[in-house]
């Protein structure tokens, strides 16, 4: 048997949730990066592209292909940004608003079915773990090298 370390905990845990979802929504022709882009998109104000990304933690070169993907299948569209010329907006088209609802959902059913599994004391102390270890990383806090003194 594997030793259950942290990584591997969270690894094979985000490979699961990342295959239902992209089996879900394969069921809609779509992926889960699909989704999750339409749940990134303000729905009234739109995003601009440079945020989209970060916003989603995807690489520039993924996430060109699944907006690629999404504009083909009209579910977004691209405009001018009006406060940098040189910027383009991302806003929902209305097949893109009915997909972001339907994406919506998903993500609440999968809340669902865990939040009535567990109790309220161990979800807390779940986002507790995730905090400090998102914390350690945002703050390049584990691989430290020791200082050399002179």
């Known amino acids: 048997m ?11 845990t ?3 949730v990342s295959k239902m979802y992209n089996e879900e929504a394969s069921k809609y022709g779509a992926s889960m990066a699909t989704g999750l882009a339409l749940l990134s998109i303000d729905t009234e104000e739109g995003v601009p592209s440079t945020s989209l990304g ?3 933690g995807m690489e520039a070169t993924s996430l060109s292909r699944t907006l690629k993907t999404m504009e083909n299948q ?5 405009e001018p940004n ?3 010329g040189r910027g383009v907006l991302i806003r929902l088209t ?6 972001r609802s339907m994406s919506k959902e998903v993500v609440k059913q999968f809340n ?4 009535q599994t567990i109790s309220p004391e161990e979800l807390e102390a779940f986002y507790k773990v995730a905090e400090v270890i998102l914390t350690k990383l945002h703050n ?10 002179l």
């Open 2 to 12: 594997r030793t259950k370390t942290i990584d591997h905990v969270l690894r094979a």
């Open 14 to 16: 985000w490979q699961a």
């Open 54 to 56: 970060p916003r989603m």
């Open 74 to 78: 009209g579910l977004i569209r691209r």
């Open 82 to 84: 009006p406060e940098d």
């Open 94 to 99: 209305k097949d893109g608003l009915e997909k």
């Open 112 to 115: 669902r079915a865990i939040t």
């Open 140 to 149: 390049k806090s584990i691989f430290v090298t020791p200082q050399i003194q």
